[in-house]
């Protein structure tokens, strides 16, 4: 599968923004589907997961203000971000995982969040 991201930009600090991974196939049969970041001199770090009909789950530094929802019908997931903060500030990647068959990243999408 190859994976697309956008929604990525400028915002300020307490605001929004909606990200979006689209993806070249249907991904009813992807058993993960996550958001990834990486700020500048740091690890690439889990923000969000979600599995095909279970609960998702969140990095404690962004729950309860980032959502993770998955669109099979448009082959697309999104992370939505509210109060954004300063340490949000990183590039977005989409990942796709089938179990023992891939493990696909997409290229990434820069939020930066900035006064």
């Known amino acids: 599968v190859h994976l697309v991201e956008s929604g990525g930009g400028l915002v300020q600090p307490g605001g929004s923004l909606r990200l979006s991974c689209a993806a070249s196939?249907?991904?009813?049969?992807?058993?993960?589907m996550a958001w990834y970041r990486q700020a500048p001199g740091k690890q690439r770090e889990l923000v969000a997961v979600?599995?095909?009909?279970?609960?998702?789950h969140y990095a404690d530094s962004v729950k309860g203000r980032f959502t993770i929802a998955r669109d099979n019908a448009k082959n697309t997931v999104y992370l939505q971000m509210n109060s954004l903060k300063f340490e949000d500030t990183a590039v977005y990647y989409c990942?796709?995982?089938?179990?023992?068959?891939?493990?696909?990243w997409g290229q990434g999408t820069q939020v930066t969040v900035s006064s």
């Open positions: 990942n796709a995982v089938r179990v023992g068959v891939e493990n696909t």
């Open positions: 196939e249907s991904i009813t049969t992807i058993n993960l």
């Open positions: 979600i599995g095909r009909g279970t609960s998702p």
